[in-house]
């Protein structure tokens, strides 16, 4: 009884050593370039200086009740052909000027501010930019450097409705 004995190959010529290492080479290859991605393009999601915005959440609630108190709300309109902005304010306050920010949600250097000019009896207008799409926040408040008073909103443009503009959830008490 004779055995034959098979000729052994070394490792690195088998199939099985050089696929596991292409695994483990292809995964560090792919997780250094997304963590070179990463570091390269900052996507602007979160601020900075995000803890003063957190310590300025007590100011903007003050604001939005000090609307509240005023019995403030605002109707506004963009007409999405002219993109004009019409704005109707009720309340016990009639500003000359109002400054309506639109806020985009994810990236903050498409966010837009406009001066709107009081016409008559709480009609306030001004002129938005042609082709306005998308999910925004809306914040008014009156012309200055320390505004009394914020209303807020959310719309979806192109809206040919009329957004409702409302001092928002009162402070907790």
């Known amino acids: 009884m004779t055995v034959q004995a098979h000729p052994v190959t070394p490792w690195y010529k088998q199939f099985w050593p050089w696929f596991l290492i292409g695994l483990l080479l292809s995964a560090i290859t792919v997780s250094t370039t997304f963590a070179v991605l990463s570091i390269r393009s900052f996507d602007g999601m979160v601020q900075e200086d995000y803890y003063e915005h957190g310590k300025a959440i007590n100011m903007v609630l003050a604001k939005q009740q000090r609307a509240a108190d005023l019995g403030l709300e605002a109707r506004l309109r963009i007409d999405p052909l002219t993109s004009d902005v019409v704005l109707d304010l009720e309340g016990d306050t009639r500003p000359e000027r109002l400054v309506l920010k639109l806020i985009f949600p994810t990236e903050?250097?498409?966010?837009?501010?406009?001066?709107?000019?009081?016409?008559?009896?709480?009609?306030?207008?001004?002129?938005?930019?042609?082709?306005l799409r998308y999910r925004w926040y809306l914040q008014l408040q009156p012309a200055g450097d320390d505004p009394e008073w914020r209303l807020v909103g959310e719309a979806r443009f192109p809206d040919e409705g009329s957004i409702a503009l409302t001092p928002g959830r009162p402070a907790a008490e």
Do not use: I, S, W
């Open 108 to 131: 903050d250097d498409r966010d837009q501010e406009f001066m709107l000019e009081h016409v008559r009896e709480g009609r306030y207008l001004a002129q938005a930019p042609d082709n």
